[in-house]
């Protein structure tokens, strides 16, 4: 249980990490370009579907983003890994240049540091029940 949740902490460090990566303008249009691919085009086809009263838009565009908002869709990693690939090969950002296997070793190191540390404080702190018998 300790990997499955180690892995998962890991794993949203390096969505964040790449969220901030995302901070420039070629960022910001790789993230749209890539939530339009999977999820965007739904919202569009139910705000056009309620616009016109089209049963059949607001019924796909209503499925869609169901199926993407439920639970256990990767929907918001999905995205991100999507825009990093847009904005490093279609847009040609080389301002971080990095390789996703750098920033996860990078990331595993920080969450291992923040770990031994978190770790460091618990035993050189004695709780509070033996302080109060003292």
């Known amino acids: 249980m300790k990997k499955f949740l180690s892995f998962w902490a890991r794993f949203f460090l390096f969505v964040w990490e790449m969220i901030k990566s995302m901070s420039n303008v070629r960022g910001v249009i790789a993230l749209f ?3 339009m691919i999977y999820q965007g085009w739904a919202v569009v086809f139910l705000i056009v579907g ?5 049963a059949w838009l607001i019924g796909v565009g209503g499925a869609v ?3 993407w908002v439920g639970p256990g869709t990767p929907t918001i990693p999905l995205v ?6 847009i904005k490093r090969y279609l847009l040609f950002d080389r301002s971080d240049p990095r390789k996703l296997k750098e920033i996860w070793r990078e990331l595993n190191e920080k969450y291992n540091q923040k ?9 050189n702190h004695p709780s509070s029940s033996e302080e109060e018998s003292t």
Do not use: D, G
């Open 33 to 35: 370009i890539s939530y």
């Open 50 to 54: 309620i616009i016109t009263k089209n």
């Open 65 to 67: 983003i169901a199926f």
């Open 80 to 85: 991100i890994v999507t825009a990093f690939f």
């Open 115 to 123: 770990k031994q540390q978190a770790k460091e404080e618990t035993t």
